[in-house]
């Protein structure tokens, strides 16, 4: 069995400096989604795919953060000219939409940016 | 609109005590709701889920939670702490119909003491 994966678990940049984050959900769920998970807070929600598309996105992606589900596979968060704001804990979750269920996500580990 | 309140951001139990997180929700059409936990530098993993039916739900570990829709609570109890149950608590929203966006509260810390 093969759990959410991401990559990589850890990363340390400089302000200024582009980043890009990966992705795996579980093999056989449609739907993908980004959240941002600051120290003492819940996730927040960024974005969500189902298949390719990307069907909604939040206010807190600004136009520095872009995300990719090429082939409705693995996806990709980039985030351009970091900022010191940006650090955080960004976790990215699938599910499979169906009729009916509780359409629960799976998470999984984690990529911890740190911006210097 | 929906909204998840976690009242205590810390809490702290003996060993071998009851465990008992509170999480009241807001929303506007029927919920789901989810107590996830998340241990240190790990994802979130789903304790138990309401959707709909009987309103008493039973989760991994031991935890259960029960719907209670006049309250609009789903408080998240354990009869007895293990000092592995020591990690921050989740409790998120989201509802039927369409793109089920969730809704996380802002988590709780449990600690368990021997």
């Known amino acids: 069995d093969t759990g959410v994966s991401q990559d990589p678990r850890h990363k340390i940049t400089k302000r200024g400096q582009n980043v890009t984050f990966r992705c795996d959900p579980i093999?056989?769920?449609?739907?993908l989604y980004w959240y941002r998970q600051t120290l003492g807070q819940g996730p927040e929600f960024l974005t969500y795919?189902?298949?390719?598309?990307?069907?909604?996105k939040s206010r807190l992606l600004s136009d520095r953060f872009s995300a990719e589900r090429p082939k409705g596979s693995f996806s990709t968060l980039e985030i351009q000219r970091t900022e010191q704001g940006d650090s955080a804990m960004y976790l990215c979750?699938?599910?499979?939409?169906?009729?009916?269920?509780?359409?629960?996500?799976?998470f999984g580990p984690g990529t911890r940016l740190t911006v210097t | 609109a929906q909204s998840v309140t976690q009242l205590g951001s810390h809490v702290s139990v003996s060993e071998g005590a009851l465990v008992l997180l509170r999480c009241n929700y807001s929303?506007?059409?029927?919920?789901?709701l989810f107590w996830y936990v998340q241990y240190p530098n790990q994802g979130l993993q789903l304790l138990l889920k309401?959707?709909?039916?009987?309103?008493l739900v039973k989760g991994i570990n031991g935890f259960e939670a029960e719907f209670k829709k006049s309250e609009t609570s789903f408080h998240l109890t354990k009869p007895s702490a293990h000092m592995s149950d020591a990690a921050e608590y989740f409790c998120a929203v989201s509802h039927s119909g369409g793109y089920q966006k969730v809704t996380f509260g802002i988590g709780t810390k449990l600690q368990v003491i021997p």
């Open positions: 309401y959707t709909t039916g009987a309103t």
């Open positions: 093999s056989e769920h449609n739907r």
């Open positions: 795919f189902q298949n390719e598309a990307q069907l909604e």
């Open positions: 929303s506007s059409v029927p919920p789901y």
């Open positions: 979750a699938s599910s499979l939409a169906s009729g009916t269920g509780g359409h629960e996500q799976y």
